[in-house]
């Protein structure tokens, strides 16, 4: 098996890589990227990486594949260093989509079922119900269609509320309305009362989110961005809250993480903050996809995941 360098912003993550590999793909030759240690680059041709350091691809310029360690391959894009005859991998699922899709359905289902007054009853020790936004009255957008956005748009459709989605080019999902393009972005917006973003971050997706593009909400919509921070201008958001013409927000990104002490978000009575936790790789899953996806490139087999740099995922 071809040597695999493993790299990561953090070293306990690598870390936990290496021991996923140990235990159960024994057949990966693998190890940790470590700038200050001497070795034969050439010997090494493939990469699993999260948000590598920009010594990986001066130590290793021929690299033959990388394989990301998550579906948004943006932090790769950005490294200068990399060749651009090295193939980017990135994950499709690995157990992504279903702790996002149970990350949406308990947010939304907070909101339209109104749980939070609950907690305000139980401090009065008052016993009576709250009012329910109909599922038929809340229509849910979905930016990004991908194998994530997909599975999150159909399991709220078998839910009954009315879901559509909009993405770069034309989908097709039983039950849910699709939208795609600039032309169609504005008439998804105008009837999206419930927006969730699961954009992949591209230079086209990069502050989308914005006071325009949220100003075409329906008054009171709400937003829920699991995509990336980058996707969404914050002050925009605090405006619109602020106007009233947003009712809240769920983040689980932001553009600088860990959110500083200082930022206007921790404190926003309209703002519910989670850190970046919506779908945590399943490490085991996502190695046995690489391992699968490494295999069949050596044998010249097609590999399902491929980036393509000039869309940017």
């Known amino acids: ?48 990486v999260w948000k590598p350091p920009a010594a990986l691809f001066a130590r290793y310029p021929d690299l033959d594949l ?24 990135r994950l499709e699922d690995a157990g992504l989509a279903n702790p996002m899709t149970e990350y949406v359905i308990h947010y939304l ?9 609950y907690e305000q009853h139980r401090e009065k020790r008052l016993w009576q119900g709250a009012e329910q936004t109909p599922v038929q009255h809340s229509t849910i957008g979905v930016m990004g269609l991908g194998v994530i956005g997909a599975r999150i748009a159909q399991a709220l459709s078998a839910l009954d509320y009315p879901v559509q989605g909009w993405a770069r080019s034309p989908k097709a999902l039983p039950g849910i309305r699709s939208f795609h393009g600039e032309d169609q972005f504005a008439s ?30 329906p008054k009171g919509a709400v937003l829920m961005n ?49 850190p970046h936790i919506s779908g945590p790789t399943n490490h085991f899953l996502a190695i046995r996809q690489i391992r699968d996806k490494l295999q069949d490139a050596l044998q010249g087999k097609p590999v399902s995941g491929e980036v393509f740099r000039d869309m940017g995922y």
């Open 109 to 117: 289902s907070g909101i339209t079922r109104n749980f939070g007054v």
């Open 188 to 217: 998804f917006l105008a009837s999206s009362q419930f927006l969730i973003n699961v954009l992949p971050l591209t230079d086209q997706t990069r502050n989308i989110l914005n006071r325009d593009s949220l100003g075409q909400l």
């Open 226 to 274: 699991i995509g990336r921070g980058e996707h969404l201008v914050e002050e925009d958001l605090l405006a619109l809250l602020d106007s009233g013409h947003l009712s809240q927000a769920v983040l689980d990104v932001a553009r600088e993480e860990p959110l500083p002490h200082d930022h206007p978000f921790w404190t926003h009575p309209a703002i519910t903050l989670t």
């Open 1 to 48: 098996m071809t040597p695999v360098v493993l790299a990561s912003e953090s070293s306990a993550a690598a870390q936990k890589w290496l021991n996923v590999i140990q235990q159960h793909f024994p057949d990966l030759d693998a190890h940790i990227f470590d700038p200050n240690a001497a070795a034969a680059a050439s010997e090494v041709r493939a990469a699993i």
């Open 66 to 89: 990388v394989f990301n360690m998550g579906a948004g391959v943006d932090a790769i894009l950005r490294q200068p260093g990399i060749a651009d005859t090295t193939r980017i991998i």
